[in-house]
């Protein structure tokens, strides 16, 4: 018997939470490491960074963009913030040499992060190029960047101060899921809550209709990319403090797994459909499958194919639940 509409529209919205919980039992019974209290910590220590970048990366596609930078932005941010709080900063033809303090080079490593973003929104809304195109100039720039700063090595020995957004811990719960709680409830009343949220959903929903209202759309997407940029940012020092290392290539790669958690989550792809929870939801999915995988000793290889199908499978429910969406 085919379900009644409200069934369906319910079933829609709640696919994110229903598949955590079905892959959270499924994963109980096969592994007895699993549903472990050092487990679940683990996981949302490892979640965190792509919660970051993740979080930035759904406000990029509900506004009908993406952000292909994500990944050289964390390893640029990251390096900026090491080079800074471990040798300081040399004024280029002076012999001006300034030291910077543990919260000066964090600071500076996020403001980076959201400059690199701010490059990203001008070229889309002022040179108007598409936002694949000037994110993945971005990702080569970045990268390229992070390798001049480092010189191609490693910088290392960061301190304890530094160490403590990555290691550290706060009533018994590790810092990075301290930062990824207060980024996802901050950008849920932002997004649910706030008129910039409301106007983000509708510059999404159509671009077109949001600019003969009045609003500016052009100010909401820098303002959009800018976010995703600090917020990539944040993530790189979370990688920084965790390794004690800034690694020139680190991040490679890390945009794909932001855009997977985002799709799983349910935002569209079209933009102005979505929400920051469904993303804490994708998120989560692909921490635990990560983390199932790994306990059940599944070759790497074969959890990069697993991964990609869930991927599809996402993308796939999303493109036949859109007309119905519409109409609910």
């Known amino acids: ?28 019974l096969l592994s007895p490491n699993f549903l472990t209290a050092d487990n679940g910590i ?9 919660m970051c970048l993740s979080i930035g990366m759904t406000l990029v596609i509900l506004s009908g963009g993406i952000d292909l930078s994500v990944g050289a932005i964390l390893g640029f941010s990251g390096a900026i913030a090491a080079g800074l709080v471990k040798n300081g900063l040399s004024v280029p033809g002076t012999d001006v040499h300034l030291q910077f303090t543990t919260s000066g080079a ?3 490593g996020v403001f980076v992060g959201a400059l690199l973003g701010l490059h990203n929104g001008v070229a ?5 190029l598409p936002p694949f195109i000037a994110t993945l100039g971005m990702l080569s720039i970045a990268r390229g960047l992070a390798f001049l700063w480092t010189g191609g090595f490693p910088i290392t020995g960061l301190g304890a101060d530094f160490g403590f957004i990555g290691t550290g811990a706060w009533l018994g719960v590790p810092m990075p ?35 003969l209202t009045g609003l500016s759309v052009s100010r909401i997407k820098i303002a959009v990319y800018t976010l995703a940029g600090a917020l990539a940012g944040v993530a790189g020092l979370i990688v920084t403090a965790r390794l004690d290392s800034a690694q020139p290539n680190a991040g490679l790669s890390y945009e794909l797994d932001a855009i997977a958690a985002v799709v799983i989550g349910g935002t569209s792809l079209s933009g102005g459909r979505g929400t920051i929870f469904g993303t804490v939801l994708g998120c989560l999915i692909i921490g635990v499958l990560n983390n199932g995988l790994f ?5 790497p290889m074969l959890q990069y194919v697993i991964k990609g199908y869930v991927i599809l499978v996402a993308v796939a429910i999303d493109q036949a639940s859109a007309p119905r969406n519409r109409d609910s």
């Not at 829609?12 to 598949?19: E, F, K, T």
């Not at 889309?124 to 108007?128: E, L, M, Q």
């Not at 930062?179 to 999404?204: E, N, Q, S």
């Not at 306990?295 to 070759?299: A, E, I, R, S, T």
């Open 106 to 108: 964090i600071l500076a």
């Open 1 to 28: 018997m085919p379900l009644s509409p409200q069934l369906t529209s319910q079933f829609v919205r709640l696919r994110s939470l229903i598949a955590l919980v079905l892959m959270t039992v499924a994963l109980s």
């Open 124 to 128: 889309i809304t002022r040179f108007r």
């Open 295 to 299: 306990l059940l000793n599944v070759p």
């Open 177 to 211: 899921v301290w930062i990824m709680v207060a980024f996802g409830a901050l950008f849920m009343v932002v997004t649910k809550r706030m008129r910039f949220g409301r106007h983000l959903y509708a510059v999404g929903g159509n671009e077109r209709a949001a600019r």
């Open 42 to 50: 683990n996981i949302l220590r490892q979640v965190s960074i792509n």
